[in-house]
């Protein structure tokens, strides 16, 4: 894993802090009537505004500013003519790469604040153990710590953690080491020691009904349930330092 040093991470302080600006304007712009491509094309020049680069046009074959998942679609589906509709789940994923270095965010909400209880309870869920997640990122804690609060706070809920799908170290590259999974694959002594200097996006990643994924019919990119259920994904970059834990965005 690339350790930074306080330099480094300062300077993700500082893009984190301009990323949060563009999503804040975004969150109060996005609304039903909007097509997803409406929404990347504003967050492009919000992105630009704030002197930043799209994170996500630095992936090869990606095209675009933001992934926009909807419903049933999980992770990495592009923009496109699709239409926001009143109640629909809609995955902001988004990432500004400012003076070197990335930063990563994803929040999911309801379209014009019309949600049944069930959706309520089922995206609170997933803010909740992502910030129970990033109290187990602190020096002297283990990987699998975060791990391990990802997959209690998700399947204790009665949900499913996406296992195919996860969090990841960030920097001069989008993804780096290490995998920051959604569940315990060995024991947790057995994983990383979480040290200062380690920048990570934790995702909490999850479904109403399977931890099964499949790519959606027609699309190189999205991924969606595979029986269709509801999802979400909720995602901040963090740093960890002597000092305690930054939540970068």
């Known amino acids: 894993m690339d350790i930074k040093t306080p330099e ?4 993700m302080k500082k893009g984190g802090q301009r990323l949060r600006t563009v999503v804040k304007a975004l969150l109060n712009k996005i609304e039903a009537g909007m097509t997803t491509k409406e929404v990347d094309l504003l967050a492009e020049k919000l992105i630009k505004e704030q002197g930043g680069e799209p994170s996500f046009k630095k992936v090869d074959n990606y095209f675009w500013s933001t992934c926009l998942p909807i419903n049933e679609q999980v992770v990495h589906t592009p923009p496109m003519e699709r239409e926001l509709k009143v109640s629909d789940v809609l995955t902001l994923d988004i990432g500004m790469y ?9 929040t999911s909400f309801v379209i014009g604040n019309k949600a049944n209880i069930e959706t309520v309870k089922f995206l609170e869920v997933g803010k909740k153990t992502l910030q129970k ?3 187990q990122a602190r ?3 283990r990987l699998g710590h975060i791990s391990e609060a990802i997959l209690t706070g998700i399947e204790g809920a009665g949900y499913h953690v996406m296992r195919e799908l996860t969090g990841h170290g960030i920097g001069k590259e989008l993804h780096e080491d290490p995998y920051v999974f959604g569940y315990l694959d060995r024991p947790i002594d057995k994983t990383s020691l979480i040290k200062p200097g380690l920048t990570i996006a934790v995702e909490v990643i999850y479904a109403k009904g399977t931890e099964d994924i499949k790519y959606e019919k027609g699309n190189d990119w999205s991924i969606v349930s595979a ?4 999802t979400a994904c909720f995602e901040h970059t963090i740093a960890i330092t002597e000092k305690g834990t930054l939540i970068l965005t």
Request: proline share 0%; charged share 30%.
């Open 8 to 11: 480094e991470i300062e300077v």
């Open 98 to 106: 400012f003076e070197g270095y990335h930063t990563d965010f994803a």
């Open 133 to 135: 997640a990033i109290n």
């Open 139 to 141: 020096v002297g804690k």
């Open 227 to 230: 029986d269709r259920s509801l």
